[in-house]
């Protein structure tokens, strides 16, 4: 090969290099880190990047200098030499993508046998995943049931999840972790928030027509504001389980009901299921319907406390039943 | 000039033999036969049923059962009636009842006129046109529906389809490009291809392949009414147990993928026997053109993965119809149980999409740039690497399923592998081009945007192999986006490239160039402003398979609707210019492309039964630039004149 070849060869690669680097760069590709894990994920993202633009540079440098190089007239009846091939460069090319991935291979195992080992003692949540919404339960604080995953900062999360009908799956982007819940065994994700806020918490599994709504929040607490959190629920959750207390009904029904359903004095506009504004049936038959489920409606006794399904016949209906 | 390259392209030479008698025209084979049959064989399924669960009494109330009647009528009893119909079980039905034998008089070989694509047809050269025909018009089908797609994903909101509708238009739209374009496109320009690279008078068994073209309008039809039973909404992959939930219609589906790839191992298996036994003299393995091993190594993975997919949609139509339990974990079913039968076939499904395209690519690139391919027998190998690695990798699309932990990593280490084989295949690619004589035809064009398209989806496919990426980017956009990389960037991509290559081939006209670089250059542009975006969004937190999204989604979906809008509109220029150059086309000459393997000995398009004498093979398929090489040869100097030669 002529010098100058080498010469165009690598003035092209870097060109595209550049450019391809440029978009890596300037665009926003990765959404807010929040997890440790991200960490992780990030770095090997970067990496493979890293890697794929190297190959991309060296691909396109030869397609563009052989195109114009050695492109001939229409006419031109003639034909290139017989080079039928190279052993040497066939080695080269055989071992060099053998390297990158191999690098590739064991960062990636590395990271994810981090992703998978919680730091410490972690706060274990179990997640339940149904059409169309999704439950919190945390055993460790006395059961206490929330339908936004309320997580501490700096602390490893073990969540346990199941399914209750078909398949699910956990996504937080900011977290980066995802792990499908899934009907009749349990599986497990590791979570270590970093920044406290808000995040979407969304299933990335077709789920059935609600999938596109079966939306919550993921919220990070700082350590103080997780602990009053838990106590208020504990305390709060026993009193709505005794009868008594205040419930948000309009909360419940937002996060369990606004997939399917269209109210709106709460906001929602879900199409799945029929539109609760002009709501004719009496209150022992919505409540009958909210227990039992049917007509494609999930059953919620069980999901919901007594006091909760109460509230919400209340407020759906005007009626104490 | 011979009758055999004029008017009627692919017209018996021999005088045909009249039948010995002449059947009412409702009896005779044909299409009147196949619609009362149809009907027939409906009624007939229908009357199995009912009949059976009345003698069953009280268990089986109510003795005329819908659900059972279509499944068994209307699915599988009225395909039989309409195969037997249309006449693709005559000759074996026949033999079966031991009537006289009659003399094989070719009658159903060749084309006479147009009529004769629509009649059970066992030339193996009007099977190739029956396959790429119907299989673009289930493309158009399923672009139409994609596009439906991209009309409701313009805004956030839900805009025109509710989303039931919405569910099937992207589970239809899938299955449409997958089974009955991508797959069959690719058997189809094989079935053409092969036989006259092989140097063979047809494929192996010529009924078997006519039978195995009419499975396929069956599965399409069946995938098209599926949207008047609702129900095939699960994604293409339908995953139980929302599979089992969803309505009735999901049948449709199961149904559907058991006629297509009955089709597909029938055809699989017919190359496999035309490629071992069928090569002319002098056609050693070594000396078959890329192609042709492409194809070898493809039929391979059909025959072993594709009866794993009919298993996983008969459990599924099972758990439905017969209330097995196979997948439904109240009943003691395993859920992931369906993901690694499905992937099993799914994941060789995306090398036998890919493998035929390879081998397209490297007829095409060796041929413009009048050079011998690079590395030939490593790219071979490479092909049998990717057959053997790709049987060992179908679980890297269940690193979130919950399946066992320690599956992952080493599912993760042979996906990695893979990008070995396939790079070699692009850098071989490469090195043909350099030095060579290049000449940008539309097939060049077409095969050289596949190498780059493909590169980036093979990127993105190493990314994805990385467990802790794929983590988080599965099931959202960044797959749709690799998936269309390699799917419409890798395969559409080589079809296109193989069309406009071998069209002169096929129909004894030039298309028209002008036309086909400006189809290339709009649909490029077009194609990656379409999915580019998708592969950012995705990272951030778009999944897939949903009709409404955040706002901060909005802007780029709508660009990426207005691009698909105009990627849609690039193929309507490639439809008018096949239609128009087929019809008035100016005539091809025998060897447009100065190509050396054996089709482009031949006339254009090739005489009825290909060859006037078997052709011997001398030497390697893609010796360019070698004084007076040659890769076979036909009746001596004659061969080089290109002239078609009467039979004796």
């Known amino acids: ?321 | 000039m011979s009758e055999t390259t004029t008017a009627h392209p692919h017209a018996p030479q021999h005088e045909s033999h009249e039948p010995p008698r002449r059947r009412h025209w409702l009896l005779a084979a044909g299409w009147p036969r196949a619609f009362w049959m149809t009907g027939f064989f409906f009624l007939l399924g229908m009357g199995i049923v009912v009949g059976l669960r009345a003698l069953g009494g009280s268990g089986y109330d109510p003795a005329l059962d819908w659900e059972v009647v279509i499944v068994v009528g209307a699915l599988t009893m009225a395909p039989l009636g309409f195969l037997s119909g249309i006449g693709a079980f005559d000759y074996w039905v026949s033999y079966a009842l031991g009537r006289p034998t009659q003399p094989e008089d070719h009658s159903s070989h060749g084309a006479y006129s147009w009529k004769d694509y629509f009649r059970v047809n066992t030339d193996h050269k009007v099977i190739g046109i029956q396959y790429v025909t119907t299989t673009i018009f289930f493309f158009l089908a399923g672009g139409l529906l994609a596009l439906l797609v991209r009309a409701e994903l313009a805004r956030p909101e839900t805009n025109y389809v509710d989303t039931q509708t919405y569910n099937e238009l992207f589970t239809v739209h899938a299955s449409l490009m997958i089974f009955l374009f991508i797959i069959p496109a690719f058997a189809g320009l094989a079935n053409y291809v092969v036989p006259l690279m092989l140097g063979a008078p047809d494929m192996a068994f010529p009924r078997l392949n006519a039978l195995s073209f009419w499975l396929l309008p069956i599965a399409g039809i069946m995938l098209l009414s599926s949207f008047f039973f609702p129900g095939v909404g699960a994604g293409w992959t339908n995953y139980a147990p929302l599979s089992v939930d969803q309505p009735f219609g999901n049948v449709f589906f199961s149904m559907a993928v058991q006629w297509a790839g009955a089709s597909s191992i029938m055809t699989a298996l017919n190359f496999l026997v035309t490629i071992i036994t069928m090569r002319a003299p002098g056609m050693t393995f070594w000396r078959m053109p890329l192609l042709v091993w492409a194809n070898f190594t493809t039929s391979l993975l059909v025959v072993i993965a594709t009866p794993f997919i009919a298993a996983s949609q008969f459990f599924v139509m099972f758990d439905r119809v017969m209330h097995t339990n196979f997948f439904d974990p109240t009943g003691a079913g395993y859920v992931l149980g369906y993901q690694h039968i499905f992937w099993f076939y799914s994941h060789p499904a995306v090398y036998i999409m890919m493998l035929p395209g390879f081998g397209i690519v490297s007829e095409v690139i060796s041929t413009f740039s009048r050079k011998p391919i690079f590395g030939y027998r490593l790219m071979a190998l490479s092909l049998m690497a990717i057959l053997v690695l790709g049987f060992s990798v179908w679980a890297h699309h269940m690193f979130v399923s919950g399946m066992a932990p320690y599956l992952r990593v080493p599912m993760m280490v042979t996906t990695l592998l893979i990008a070995i084989p396939t790079g070699i295949k692009v850098f071989s690619w490469l090195a043909t081009l350099w030095e060579g004589k290049l000449h940008f035809s539309a097939p060049m064009l077409w095969a050289l945007g596949f190498v780059t398209m493909f590169v980036i989806g093979g990127l993105s496919g190493v990314m994805l192999g990385a467990v802790p990426i794929d983590i988080h980017v599965s099931d959202t956009y960044f797959i749709v986006a690799h998936i269309h990389y390699v799917l419409l960037g890798g395969s559409l991509f080589t079809i296109f490239a193989g069309i406009y290559y071998w069209f002169p081939k096929m129909t004894g006209r030039m298309y028209n160039e002008r036309l086909a670089k400006l189809h290339f250059w709009l649909t490029l542009v077009a194609f990656n402003a379409t999915f580019f975006p998708m592969h950012l969004i995705g990272i951030q937190g778009m999944p897939r398979r949903v009709a409404t999204y955040e706002p901060q989604f909005a802007d780029w979906n709508l660009f990426i609707s207005i691009s698909s809008f105009v990627l849609g509109a690039s193929f309507m220029i490639f439809v008018y210019n096949m239609i128009v150059s087929w019809k008035s086309g100016p005539p091809a000459p025998g060897n447009p492309w100065r190509g050396m393997t054996i089709e482009w000995l031949v006339s254009s398009p090739p005489p009825v039964f290909n060859f006037d004498e078997v052709p011997q093979v001398v030497g390697s398929p893609y010796e360019y630039g070698v004084k007076g090489a040659r890769h076979a040869i036909l009746n001596g100097d004659r061969a080089a004149g290109l002239e078609p030669v009467r039979a004796p």
């Open chain 1, 1 to 321: 090969m002529r010098r100058g070849a080498i010469v165009a060869l690598i003035v092209i690669a870097l060109i595209v290099a550049a450019i391809t680097t440029g978009i890596a760069y300037f665009v926003d590709w990765l959404p807010e880190q929040a997890s440790e894990e991200r960490q992780g994920i990030d770095l090997l993202f970067w990496v493979t990047v890293a890697i794929c633009i190297f190959v991309f540079a060296v691909v396109a440098a030869v397609s563009i200098y052989a195109g114009v190089t050695f492109r001939v007239r229409p006419d031109d009846e003639s034909d290139g030499p017989p080079i039928h091939g190279h052993t040497g460069i066939e080695i080269v090319w055989t071992a060099v993508p053998t390297i990158l991935v191999t690098v590739i291979a064991v960062l990636s195992a590395v990271v994810l046998a981090q992703n998978d080992d919680p730091k410490g003692t972690p706060l274990r949540v179990d997640v339940l995943a149904q059409q169309y919404a999704w439950q919190f339960t945390y055993p460790e604080q006395g059961g206490i049931k929330a339908t936004n995953l309320y997580l501490p900062i700096d602390r490893s999360t073990k969540l346990i999840l199941n399914a209750r009908d078909v398949l699910h799956s956990f996504w937080v982007p900011e977290f980066g972790q995802k792990q499908d819940a899934v009907p009749g065994i349990v599986t497990t994700l590791v979570i270590t928030p970093t920044k406290t806020g808000e995040y979407r918490l969304i299933c990335t599994e077709l789920c059935g027509l609600g999938h596109a709504l079966m939306r919550t929040r993921a919220i990070v607490l700082s350590q103080a504001d997780f602990a009053a959190w838990t106590q208020k629920q504990a305390q709060g959750g026993g009193q709505a389980g005794g009868g008594g207390g205040e419930v948000d009904a309009k909360g419940i029904f937002t996060a369990n009901c606004a997939a399917c359903h269209t109210l709106t004095k709460a906001g929602t506009s879900g199409t799945v299921g029929p539109n609760l504004d002009g709501l004719s049936l009496g209150p022992a038959d919505v409540e009958e319907q909210i227990r039992k489920g049917g007509g494609g409606m999930p059953p919620f006794e069980g999901q919901l406390s007594d006091a909760e399904i109460k509230a919400l016949v209340q407020y759906l209906t005007g009626s104490n039943g």
